[in-house]
């Protein structure tokens, strides 16, 4: 089974920078599309960022554009969300996903949740003074 495992969430405040990672055990993200999500206590859970699997396109919420940096180095198999400026309303447990991604859709990226499979557990990332 697929695994992904997020981590370097934390405590920042406001106007901070974090770097989220999303590492893939078990199997090679080179052939995955890579979606960011986010969950508010109360909230449903929203798109974030998506990153195809050739590294060619992204996508970003309004709310996180020119803040957030989405980023692969399949070297590492590792996935990367670069946060700055951050908000309190940043606040939530961040999820990274993961799809498949045949040859002819490579360059795709899709920024909705029903497009991945495969999830992990999520990082906190709280934002506050």
């Known amino acids: 089974q697929l695994q992904l495992v997020e981590s370097g969430g934390g405590l920042v405040q406001p106007g901070g920078s974090l770097r989220l990672s999303c590492a893939a055990s078990g199997f090679s993200l080179d052939y995955y599309a890579i979606g960011w999500f986010r969950q508010a206590p109360g909230k449903e859970r929203e798109a974030v960022s998506c990153?195809?699997?050739?590294?060619?396109?992204?996508h970003y919420a309004d709310s996180v554009k020119g803040r957030f940096t989405i980023s692969r180095d399949n070297t590492k198999n590792t996935v990367y969300l670069q946060m700055n400026s951050l908000k309190p309303e940043d606040t939530a447990v961040y999820y990274c996903a993961a799809r498949l991604q045949i040859t002819t859709v490579q360059h795709m990226c899709v920024i909705r949740t029903s497009y991945y499979d495969d999830w992990g557990q999520g990082t906190q990332v709280t934002v506050s003074s």
């Open positions: 990153i195809s699997s050739s590294g060619t396109t992204t």
